[in-house]
């Protein structure tokens, strides 16, 4: 029996941490400190764990994390989560205003509701009778993960309303990064030796997409909401939806406005763009929604995005900041690359400190020079780029940078290669290109050696203890330990995941050895075609060429690493350290797309579960998002927005009978060198 003063105890506490988690995640304010709002919830977690059956699904003790999962469930949206169609000029707004007016016949000029478009990762909330029930991201629209447990550890998604609401209500929107959240984590994560986030967006993804709820749980993530799946009973405009939201103790966004005509929305939007640096979170643009309920449904929906809304796209973030200095960097295939070192500024959600400037032409058409204030751009995940230079405020001009006809690590010889703006350092020993080597062989395509960063590479470069990869499976526990930010435990880490390396696939050994224009995808043909290194390492050039994906390039740079001294005896000596990789059989096609992402979208006949499958036995991993990393696309009938990426990342689309004649008869059909 819990004694009845325990069980109001308990009721008290959530209501009051109910409370105060809507005060600060709905209101952006807060009545009592961080270290009183612990004692509170520790409380509860007591009360909880001593008397089990307290425990209530939607207590807020739930957020703090639940058990791992080893993947996540999958969950339908219908209506399908949509993406929205861009505007990137007033003409084009004016545009998409005149088609409205004209189709809905209006005399008057339609009320738009402007809000800003947040940068991070959409996913949608059921409520059941007001109690959060399942949680998911938006996936390809149709078809998300269910990262429920994840979800639950938010503190400004409410585990129950805050007003009762009988029936389903499913609620959507964004979950981001505060920008000083970020800004606070990362500095912990350096604090702690581990790697900061590139950006919020990247990071909300990453954070939120955690089989272990734990981990997300100790991330500052926020929700925001814009939106539900439909509209619920007695509301009929944007404005009024979001107005119950609110009511319900769901955070919106402050910034959303309604403007009435074209004049008015594009007011809002330059104020939203020129105001973005200050805002507490990235945007990337403003959404702008016509408010009327029936006005929507009038417009209607295309297969991909609604015809009653419209992203606004702001300009890549730019800033102006000063050139200190140019240096030379050296890539793991010896490729000189000028970095411009920059006064910090921060830009596209991150602080940036250097930024590329490509290569040597790229470098003499905008003659920066050190001391030039320059622009800086950055674009969603790519890297900061100086765009140009503005001189120097006193209109004095710095040196012209001369650009290295020796390398700057090594000394070594450079050339510029034939019909390529590339300069390379042609010393094969180059520690620059080793300690990139190194690097690359614990990345995670390759070796995954965790623990394997680019400092440790570089001291053991520097310090002579390693000179090739082989080196690394000699390393003892006290050389290790020896070396900056390593202790005993992070030495027994290191050389326990480089022991486990040593079982590694053939593709990822493949991978790791860094052939030149042989990543993870021509590994995984490989590895599909040829039972074991030896094999490999045997074959001619014809019988390379005989590979589906594998032209002549590919084929001559692999026999040629094959047949070099320097490069065989590499891989021989790993050999003698215990490496066995091994293909996926016999070269006999029976995982034709081993190695291979797979993505499936649009329809088709047979059902997904299934096709899933067919292509994980035939080597594949399939996912549910387009990336640069996904090698085939399978699109049937009705695909959208996913088909639309690939092509912009000109991925390989296929179709369901190609699919089927790939599995069935083996062999990839699509050169596609990385
Ligand atoms: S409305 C059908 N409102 O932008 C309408 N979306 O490109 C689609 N987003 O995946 C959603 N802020 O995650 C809407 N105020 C806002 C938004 C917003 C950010 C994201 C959303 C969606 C993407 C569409």
Same mark, same amino acid.
């Given at each position: 029996?819990?004694?009845?003063? !325990?069980?109001?105890?308990?009721?008290?506490?959530?209501?009051?941490?109910?409370?105060?988690?809507?005060?600060?995640?709905?209101?952006d304010?807060?009545?009592?400190? #961080?270290?009183e709002?612990?004692?509170?919830?520790?409380?509860?977690?007591?009360?909880?764990?001593?008397?089990?059956?307290?425990?209530?699904?939607?207590?807020?003790?739930?957020?703090?994390?639940?058990?791992?999962?080893?993947?996540?469930p999958?969950?339908?949206?219908? $209506? $399908?989560?949509?993406?929205?169609?861009?505007?990137?000029?007033?003409?084009?707004?004016?545009?998409?205003?005149?088609?409205?007016?004209?189709?809905?016949?209006?005399?008057?000029?339609?009320?738009?509701?402007?809000?800003?478009?947040?940068?991070?990762?959409?996913?949608?909330?059921?409520?059941?009778?007001?109690?959060?029930?399942?949680?998911?991201?938006?996936?390809? +629209?149709?078809?998300?993960?269910?990262?429920?447990?994840?979800?639950?550890?938010?503190?400004?998604?409410?585990?129950?309303?805050?007003?009762?609401?009988s029936?389903?209500?499913?609620?959507?929107?964004?979950?981001?990064?505060?920008?000083?959240?970020?800004?606070?984590?990362?500095?912990?994560?350096?604090s702690?030796?581990?790697?900061?986030?590139?950006?919020?967006?990247?990071?909300?993804?990453?954070?939120?997409?955690q089989?272990?709820?734990?981990?997300?749980?100790?991330?500052?993530?926020?929700?925001?909401?814009?939106?539900?799946?439909?509209?619920?009973?007695?509301?009929?405009?944007?404005?009024?939806?979001?107005?119950?939201?609110?009511?319900?103790?769901?955070?919106?966004?402050?910034?959303?406005s309604?403007?009435?005509?074209?004049?008015?929305?594009?007011?809002?939007?330059?104020?939203?763009?020129? /105001?973005?640096?200050?805002?507490?979170?990235?945007?990337?643009?403003?959404?702008?929604?016509?408010?009327?309920?029936?006005?929507?449904?009038?417009?209607?929906?295309?297969?991909?995005?609604?015809?009653?809304?419209?992203?606004?796209?702001?300009?890549?973030?730019?800033?102006?900041?000063?050139?200190?200095? !140019?240096?030379?960097?050296v890539?793991?295939?010896?490729?000189?690359?000028?970095?411009?070192?920059?006064?910090?500024?921060?830009?596209?959600?991150?602080?940036?400190?250097s930024?590329?400037?490509?290569?040597?032409?790229?470098?003499?058409?905008?003659?920066?020079?050190?001391?030039?204030?320059?622009?800086?751009?950055?674009?969603?995940?790519?890297?900061?780029?100086?765009v140009?230079?503005? +001189?120097?405020?006193?209109?004095?001009?710095?040196?012209?940078?001369?650009? $290295?006809?020796?390398?700057?690590?090594?000394? +070594?010889p450079?050339?510029?290669?034939?019909?390529?703006?590339?300069?390379?350092?042609? /010393?094969?020993?180059?520690?620059?290109?080793?300690?990139?080597?190194?690097?690359?062989?614990?990345?995670? #395509?390759?070796?995954?050696?965790?623990?394997?960063?680019?400092k440790?590479?570089?001291?053991?470069?520097?310090?002579?203890?390693?000179?090739?990869?082989?080196d690394?499976?000699?390393?003892?526990?006290?050389?290790?330990?020896?070396?900056?930010?390593? +202790?005993?435990?992070?030495?027994?880490?290191?050389?326990?995941?480089?022991e486990?390396?040593?079982?590694?696939?053939?593709?990822?050994?493949?991978?790791?050895?860094?052939?030149?224009?042989?990543?993870?995808?021509?590994?995984?043909l490989?590895?599909?075609?040829?039972?074991?290194?030896?094999?490999?390492? #045997?074959?001619?050039?014809?019988?390379?060429?005989?590979?589906?994906?594998?032209?002549?390039?590919?084929?001559?740079?692999?026999?040629?690493?094959? /047949?070099?001294?320097?490069?065989?005896?590499?891989?021989?000596?790993?050999?003698?350290?215990?490496?066995?990789?091994?293909?996926?059989?016999?070269?006999?096609?029976?995982?034709?797309?081993?190695?291979?992402?797979?993505?499936?979208?649009?329809?088709?006949?047979?059902?997904?579960?299934?096709?899933?499958?067919?292509a994980?036995?035939?080597?594949a991993?399939?996912?549910?998002?387009?990336?640069?990393?996904?090698?085939?696309?399978?699109?049937?009938?009705?695909?959208?927005?996913?088909?639309?990426?690939?092509g912009?990342?000109?991925?390989?689309?296929?179709?369901?009978?190609?699919?089927?004649?790939?599995?069935?008869?083996?062999?990839?059909?699509?050169?596609?060198?990385?």
């Open positions: 029996m819990i004694p009845d003063n !325990i069980i109001s105890e308990a009721e008290n506490l959530r209501e009051l941490i109910r409370y105060h988690n809507r005060l600060y995640y709905a209101e304010r807060s009545e009592i400190s #961080d270290g709002y612990d004692t509170l919830m520790l409380r509860l977690m007591e009360l909880e764990s001593r008397w089990p059956e307290l425990a209530t699904e939607d207590s807020p003790t739930l957020r703090v994390g639940a058990k791992p999962l080893s993947r996540f999958s969950i339908l949206w219908d $209506p $399908p989560m949509l993406s929205l169609d861009n505007v990137f000029s007033v003409e084009e707004f004016i545009e998409f205003d005149r088609r409205i007016r004209h189709e809905l016949k209006l005399e008057d000029d339609p009320v738009y509701s402007v809000e800003p478009k947040l940068d991070g990762l959409a996913i949608a909330l059921i409520y059941e009778n007001g109690v959060l029930q399942r949680a998911g991201t938006r996936g390809d +629209g149709s078809e998300g993960e269910d990262v429920t447990p994840n979800a639950r550890t938010l503190r400004s998604i409410p585990l129950k309303l805050s007003s009762d609401l029936g389903n209500l499913v609620v959507r929107g964004e979950v981001i990064f505060r920008k000083n959240d970020f800004q606070k984590m990362n500095k912990e994560r350096k702690l030796g581990l790697e900061p986030f590139v950006n919020p967006r990247n990071a909300a993804s990453g954070s939120l997409r089989l272990d709820s734990r981990i997300t749980a100790s991330r500052p993530l926020s929700f925001i909401a814009y939106g539900t799946a439909r509209w619920p009973g007695g509301i009929a405009s944007q404005h009024s939806l979001l107005d119950l939201l609110a009511r319900l103790g769901i955070p919106l966004n402050p910034c959303n309604l403007c009435r005509g074209v004049d008015e929305v594009e007011i809002a939007c330059r104020r939203l763009e020129e /105001n973005r640096d200050e805002l507490p979170w990235e945007i990337d643009g403003a959404v702008i929604k016509l408010n009327e309920a029936s006005f929507q449904e009038r417009m209607g929906t295309l297969s991909r995005f609604p015809r009653w809304a419209a992203a606004w796209k702001f300009r890549a973030e730019e800033a102006v900041t000063r050139l200190i200095d !140019i240096e030379i960097q890539g793991r295939t010896g490729k000189l690359t000028p970095v411009a070192r920059l006064e910090p500024v921060f830009v596209g959600g991150v602080t940036v400190s930024a590329t400037l490509h290569n040597e032409d790229e470098l003499c058409r905008k003659d920066a020079r050190p001391g030039d204030k320059v622009i800086v751009r950055r674009a969603g995940d790519v890297i900061p780029e100086v140009r230079s503005l +001189g120097r405020p006193d209109g004095e001009r710095g040196e012209k940078f001369e650009f $290295p006809r020796s390398c700057p690590v090594c000394n +070594g450079v050339a510029r290669e034939e019909d390529a703006s590339a300069h390379r350092c042609m /010393n094969p020993s180059c520690p620059a290109k080793l300690r990139e080597s190194l690097f690359h062989w614990g990345s995670r #395509d390759a070796l995954d050696i965790e623990g394997l960063g680019s440790l590479a570089e001291q053991l470069v520097d310090k002579g203890m390693v000179k090739d990869v082989s690394l499976y000699s390393l003892t526990r006290p050389q290790l330990a020896s070396l900056d930010r390593m +202790g005993g435990k992070s030495a027994d880490n290191l050389i326990k995941e480089l486990e390396s040593l079982s590694a696939t053939l593709q990822r050994f493949i991978t790791g050895i860094g052939i030149p224009g042989i990543g993870r995808t021509v590994s995984g490989l590895s599909g075609r040829f039972s074991d290194l030896q094999k490999l390492m #045997d074959a001619g050039v014809d019988e390379l060429l005989a590979i589906e994906g594998i032209g002549p390039v590919l084929a001559d740079n692999l026999h040629r690493f094959f /047949n070099e001294k320097i490069t065989r005896d590499v891989v021989n000596r790993l050999l003698s350290v215990g490496f066995k990789p091994r293909g996926s059989g016999a070269g006999d096609g029976s995982q034709p797309l081993l190695g291979l992402t797979v993505v499936f979208t649009g329809g088709i006949s047979i059902p997904r579960s299934e096709a899933r499958i067919m994980e036995k035939a080597g991993k399939v996912t549910g998002s387009i990336s640069s990393r996904t090698d085939i696309v399978v699109a049937g009938p009705g695909a959208g927005e996913k088909l639309r990426k690939a912009e990342l000109g991925l390989e689309v296929i179709s369901e009978d190609e699919f089927l004649k790939l599995i069935r008869d083996g062999g990839y059909l699509f050169a596609k060198h990385k």
